[in-house]
Nanobody
Framework: QVQLVESGGGLVQAGGSLRLSCVASGFTFSVYAMSWYRQAPGKERELVAA????????NYADSVKGRFTISRDNAKKTVFLEMSSLKPEDTAVYLC?????????WGQGTQVTVSS
């Protein structure tokens, strides 16, 4: 059974930091590219950050460059999103996504709320 379980969300003041984690099970984590998406109320889901299967390459949405860092630990089947200098506009549900061609899996998401 494939599972992606996110954690680490919460309420934080503007300028603060959070670290999200996504633990995978039920598939070969180390061969999947991993991403973090977010979805705010009334808005479309957007890509925040992505990392290749070996962790050798990353990319970020322009809105989070320099503030967020994606990383992964293949031994622990976990992908992380370090978020700093958080802004109220970062408020959203953050979802973990695993991608290997036609095989794609989503987590349930974790809420991040940034107060001004």
């Amino acid at each position: 059974q494939v599972q992606l379980v996110e954690s680490g969300g919460g309420l934080v003041q503007a300028g603060g930091s959070l670290r999200l984690s996504c633990v995978a099970s039920g598939f070969t984590f180390s061969v999947y590219a991993m991403s973090w998406y977010r979805q705010a109320p009334g808005k479309e889901r957007e890509l925040v950050a992505a990392i290749t299967s070996d962790g050798g390459s990353t990319n970020y949405a322009d809105s989070v460059k320099g503030r967020f860092t994606i990383s992964r630990d293949n031994a622990k089947k976990t992908v992380f999103l370090e978020m700093s200098s958080l802004k109220p506009e970062d408020t959203a549900v953050y979802l973990c996504f695993a991608d290997r061609g036609p095989r794609r899996y989503w987590g349930q998401g974790t809420q991040v709320t940034v107060s001004s």
